[in-house]
Structures are given as structure tokens and as C-alpha cells.
């Protein structure tokens, strides 16, 4: 079965390549690789041993897309592309609604033209925005802090209303990722950020390496253990399998068309300050880091309860913090300068 993949040559979407093609699935990748790139869909097909097709296709280009479509016959969408750093959307918000919503209407109008039904969209707990307790169940109230979060909150509404309409033949899978970390266990594949990392690992990992000087930390003084954020952290391949699991599940005659939501997380909180001494322990070096102000649209406290995923979908997270670190410094050391 050929599954489309759009972003695929990303973080998340190269290793959920290697979780399709191991588990016999075709994928098919578009990436207009703004941040992500070729090298990581090379190392994809050298750790499988099988090749993936890959077209440089922006996801608000529907002429591009409709090529894709008609020169395969796709069963299923698995859309990560979109922008995706918190700051940057508060800098830019036009261009993340841009990319981010009008880019996946574009995908959905060429999808239905195509007569394919089936969509698994890359979400995010930021739609919970600032959560009044923890851990966050599915039926939580939404409503983002900031445009990343909002673009991705109505990408959510508009494929409801989707699934909703009469005679509607939609199956959607809304998941609502926590903070994927870690890398494959070859440390061939990883994250690779354009610039400076938005994102706690990749920032660490770069410290560690020597690329950045020193971590800043936004903020000291939230109501968590140690005053730093707190976040579920989850490994990309544990994050991959339940893309898997998903899709799996609306292959499935017996489920109804409609739009399902699951998080995607390990149901246990870590904190920025647990996570540098985690990193320090596995790299044998010290990560020096300075306190600095908090983030606009950063939110204290953030983990999920993943149950209603494991009841519906089988899947739950298998691998752990200590792995997740480890294998974030392999990828990094292996690779100081990522795919350059």
C-alpha cells in the first residue's frame, strides 16, 4: 500500500518512513525541504534497504501535488508539513497560517478530487494551550497561546467539519504530539534544525557537540519542581509507531468514517533542568547554560495522559528518557554538523 508523506523528509517524518517501509508499506514522499533534507531520506532507504520516492513539492502548490497524485495511487495521507517553532509563529503568525492551514486545505481539496479519504494529521498539545490541570486527556478544553498552536487548532476544526458533512466518506486521525526527542538507534537519522534549535534537545545536543556555546533556559521561575518548564517528552520512534497505529486503525473496515483524536505522549512530565543533567550524564561532559527571561507563549507545565491512544490504538511508548537522550547524543556526536 502506497502511503503519501508529506514533510517526510523531516524530524518526524523520515523516522515514521522507516516504521512504514519495516512494517511493508510504500510511502511516498513531498517535502519542500525548507527545514528538512534530502540526505535524511538517503539515510531512510540505507538503513531499510529499500528505496522512497521523493518529489520537491511545496503542499500550497496543487499543481505539483496533482502530479504526485496521479503518478501514484495512494491509499492514505500522512501530512507532517508545516511550520512549526512557537517564537517564530509570534514573529510571523501570517506566514505559519499561510503554510500551515491554507497548505493543508490545498492538500485536502487535491485529496478529494483524487477520491482519497484518509488523513492522519500531525497535531500538537499546544492546542490544550495553558492547561488548568495535568495530565491532559483528549476532551481537555483547546484554545492556543499562540499562532503556531492556533494554526494547528484550525487545521483540527476545518477536518472535523470535514469528516462532518453529509454522506462525508472522511477517516481523520488528529495526533496531538507531545515533545518528540531522541533519534534512530543507528544514529544515521535525527534532528537537524536550520539555525538555531527552537526546540530543548537539538539545543542541548548542539551545546554538547560544541556548535553552541551555552543553553539558555527560558525562565526559572514557573510553579514546577525546579522552576524550569515542564514537558512529556517522547521518543520519535515511539512517535513513528503511532503513526503506524493510526493509520492501521483506519484501514480498518469496521472504523466508521469520522475524525478521532489521540495524544501522543508518555504520560510522565520531565523538566528543562532534568533533561541537561540527563544529557550531561550520557555525553560525560558538562552542558553549561544560562537562565534566561521566559518565552511568549510558553506554558508552565504540559504531559498527557495516553491511555485513550493505548485503548484504541494498542500502542504506548516503549523507550525512555535515559534511551531517548542517548540516543539523541549518538545521532549528534556521529553527526556535529547534521546532515552537512
Known sequence: MKVLVT??????GSHTCVELLEAGLEPVVV?????????ALRRVEAITG??????????QDADALREVFRQYPVSAVIHFAGLKAVGESVSIPLR?????????LTLCQVMEEFGVHQLIFSSSA????????????????????????????IVEDMLRDLCKAPGSQWKVSLLRYFNPIGAHESGTIGEDPAGIPNNLLPYVAQVAVGRLPQLQVFGDDYATPDGTGVRDYIHVVDLARGHLAAL???QKDATDAGCYTYNLGTGRGSSVLEIVRAFAEVADREIPYKIV?????DIAECYADPSYAEQELGWKTELDL???????????SQNPQGYK
Open 248 to 250: 492501521n486503525k483506519l
Open 96 to 104: 505559519y497560517y499561510q503554510n500551515n492551514v491554507a497548505g493543508t
Open 7 to 12: 514533510g517526510g523528509a523531516g524530524y518526524i
Open 293 to 297: 527571561p521566559r518565552r511568549p507563549g
Open 322 to 332: 535515559k534511551r531517548m537522550v542517548t540516543d539523541t547524543w549518538r545521532w549528534q
Open 50 to 59: 529499500k528505496t522512497v520516492p521523493f518529489h520537491q513539492v511545496d503542499i
Open 126 to 153: 499546544t492546542v490544550y494551550g495553558d492547561p488548568e490541570t495535568v495530565p491532559i486527556r483528549e476532551n481537555f478544553p483547546t484554545g492556543a497561546t499562540n499562532p503556531y498552536g492556533a494554526s494547528k487548532l
Open 31 to 39: 517535502d519542500n525541504l525548507c527545514n528538512s533534507s534530502e540526505e
